[in-house]
């Protein structure tokens, strides 16, 4: 268990860090095209390349279903069912976190946005108290300390309160469900068959949302499509279904905290790519969002549990 733990955490890490790319990826493919758009063409490739990934995968397996022997016909639609019910529950949730950032980010700032995206970090377990699951004194100290962190790196000019703001806020509570969702779900199903459900979902709202809100261009859509394939293929299909699959293993709590470092990685990258700066401040917080994940792991190996 605490190899698949070990294995389940880089992978968290590693959606964190694509994660922090996808702010640069999402600045040069909007630039030609709305966010709903942007959203519904990067989903649009991520369920392209999932079924095609799974079309290989099926392939492979043929009827066998993890060692158990061959499913009957109403076996296969039973898992069927479960997993379209189960991954449009998650796709739901991820669109509506999306769709909510992004409105509330028309009347705020992107530092204001990122923190208050972030507050799942505490919502989570609020979610667990409601199923009897209360946190450790170690992972309240990582959960405070996470968001001083995210504060130092995302806050620069004080903090108040707009329309905005409570609009963002209201998105992380989807951002939330989504993690306990896929904690929930990703024990019971096929994790990249989930991810595949999902990302139809999203695909299917967005898409109803672009033609609605902003009615694209081929042109348009056409002339964006390094970032748009980028963020389908790496940032969406890639991260999205590690994390599906890593939360098997690693707790929902565990995972907000690991997941919050994706702050880091952009402001590392911005750096990197776009030549933004680092203030002393801002390398405060990150050194100390990285503490808080030590210290969420630490704790987690010592309790020996997972979900």
């Not at 880089?10 to 600045?27: D, E, H, N, P, R």
């Not at 397996?61 to 499913?71: K, P």
């Not at 509506?96 to 009347?107: I, N, R």
């Not at 389908?232 to 907000?256: D, I, K, N, W």
Request: hydrophobic letters at 50%; a positive charge.
């Amino acid at each position: 268990m605490l190899k698949k733990r070990a294995v389940s955490t880089a992978m968290l890490v590693s959606c964190a860090l694509i994660w922090g790319t996808s702010y640069i990826a999402q600045i040069l493919g909007m630039q030609e095209i709305g966010p709903l758009t942007f959203c519904a063409s990067r989903y649009v490739v991520s369920v392209a390349a999932l079924a095609l990934l799974l079309s290989v995968l099926g392939k492979r397996r043929g009827n066998a279903d993890g060692g158990r022997g061959v499913l009957t016909a109403e076996e296969k639609r039973a898992e069927r069912r479960k997993t379209i019910r189960n991954g449009a529950i998650c796709g739901l949730a991820l669109f509506s976190g999306s769709v909510l950032q992004l409105v509330g980010m028309q009347e705020t700032t992107a530092g204001k946005a990122a923190f208050i995206t972030a507050t799942f970090i505490v919502i989570v377990p609020l979610y667990g108290l409601l199923a009897g699951r209360i946190p450790s004194r170690a992972a309240i100290a990582s959960i405070f300390m996470s968001m001083c962190g995210l504060y130092l790196l995302s806050i620069k000019d004080g903090f108040t309160i707009e329309r905005g703001d409570l609009i963002i806020l209201l998105g992380a509570f989807f951002w939330a469900a989504h993690i306990m969702a896929c904690s929930a779900f990703s024990r019971r199903s096929d994790p990249v068959k989930l991810s595949a459900v999902q990302f139809a979902t999203v695909a299917l709202l967005s898409v109803a949302g672009a033609l609605i809100f902003e009615k694209p261009g081929f042109a348009a859509v056409a002339a964006s499509w390094p970032p748009v394939v980028y963020a389908g293929l790496v940032c969406t299909c890639v991260a999205y279904t590690f994390q599906m699959a890593a939360q098997r293993y690693v707790q929902p709590l565990t995972t907000c905290i690991i997941m919050s470092t994706e702050s880091v990685f952009a402001a590392i990258f911005g750096y990197i790519v776009l030549g933004e700066t680092l203030s002393a401040r801002e390398l405060t917080g990150c050194a100390v969002l990285f503490a808080a994940t030590l210290i969420a792991q630490l704790d987690e190996v010592r309790n020996g549990t997972a979900n």
